[in-house]
């Protein structure tokens, strides 16, 4: 029973700490992209579309990814081009995401609620017993696992880690360096919209189905797990999981005990609400200068 409590866990955890990733590279850049939860709803719903009318996971995992990416860029062009505000622009696309795959279920499948896809291929799942609690995992688990250390490489062994710290830091100073800042922060976004799309694959493609708003507020978490981190990553996945932990707790809870399940889906919520009124981020930007 623990083992397979722990192995919930981390699956709770696997799209939080994907987005929290892709979310900690626009907050080093200097833009912090909140419209986390837009798209991973986004990805999660393209995802599972094209995996099951291709018999695919690879084609959907693919799909899932570009169609992050894609969201990511149109905030981040509304921003740069534009003169949107990067909260007000990532706030309209998590708005935009619930309502929107709604219509796209209601349109294209005849349904607003669940849309399950019998011929959705499933990501392999582990079987090793010498993996004790990393048993019983899908790929994107342990790539989730993976994506704290793979991050730290980047952001502190290549150049590009560097320049993004620097835009962080004072974009004026970096411009004025030679750091292509607007480039370096649309490399950002990219990169976040990688990250989100293997949060919303992670959440439809092993299940084979998609469900109104099943990102579940996991965007919002992230940014949650990334205050936590103080902008560290092994610490960020470790909020992650903290956070893959309480939502796991929440879930038990409703099955173990006779409290209302509908209050005990608000633990996560809660909890978030508590860690960002205890440790507020007072490094978080809104934007920076217009740079070339």
């Known amino acids: 029973m623990i083992e397979a409590f722990v192995n919930d866990t981390l699956r709770n955890a696997t799209p939080i700490v994907f987005a929290a990733c892709g979310g900690l590279v626009t907050k080093l850049s200097g833009w912090l992209n909140i419209g986390l939860e837009g798209m991973i709803l986004f990805s999660a719903f393209s995802g599972v579309v094209v995996s099951s009318a291709t018999s695919s996971v690879t084609a959907g995992t693919i799909m899932a990814i570009a169609t992050s990416v894609a969201v990511s860029l149109l905030i981040f062009v509304m921003v740069r081009y534009m003169r949107a505000n990067l909260y007000i622009a990532g706030i309209a696309t998590n708005l935009l995401s619930s309502g929107f795959t709604v219509m796209l279920t209601d349109l294209w499948f005849r349904s607003k609620g669940t849309v399950v896809f019998p011929g959705a291929p499933r990501p392999a799942v582990s079987s090793l017993d010498f993996?004790?609690?990393?048993?019983?995992?899908?790929?994107?688990?342990?790539?989730?696992?993976?994506?704290?250390?793979?991050?730290?490489?980047?952001?502190?062994?290549?150049?590009?880690?560097?320049?993004?710290?620097?835009?962080?830091?004072?974009?004026?100073?970096?411009?004025?360096?030679?750091?292509?800042?607007?480039?370096?922060?649309?490399?950002?976004?990219?990169?976040?919209?990688?990250?989100?799309?293997?949060?919303g694959a992670s959440l439809s493609l092993p299940l084979g189905l998609f469900v109104a708003?099943?990102?579940?507020?996991?965007?919002?978490?992230?940014?949650?797990?990334?205050?936590?981190?103080?902008?560290?990553?092994?610490?960020?996945?470790?909020?992650?999981?903290?956070?893959?932990?309480?939502?796991?707790?929440?879930?038990?809870?409703?099955?173990?005990?006779?409290?209302?399940?509908k209050l005990l889906l608000t633990i996560p919520y809660f909890v978030s609400f508590l860690i960002v009124a205890i440790f507020p981020d007072r490094k978080a930007m809104v934007g920076g200068k217009k740079t070339e």
């Open 213 to 261: 708003n099943m990102s579940g507020g996991r965007g919002w978490i992230a940014l949650v797990a990334i205050i936590m981190g103080r902008d560290r990553p092994f610490l960020i996945g470790f909020s992650a999981l903290m956070l893959g932990f309480v939502t796991e707790l929440s879930i038990f809870l409703q099955v173990s005990t006779q409290i209302s399940p």
């Open 131 to 199: 993996l004790g609690f990393l048993n019983n995992l899908n790929f994107f688990d342990y790539l989730a696992i993976a994506s704290p250390l793979l991050l730290l490489f980047v952001l502190r062994g290549t150049s590009f880690g560097l320049k993004l710290r620097a835009c962080g830091m004072d974009e004026e100073s970096a411009y004025y360096s030679g750091v292509h800042v607007n480039r370096v922060r649309l490399v950002s976004f990219i990169i976040a919209g990688v990250f989100s799309g293997l949060a």
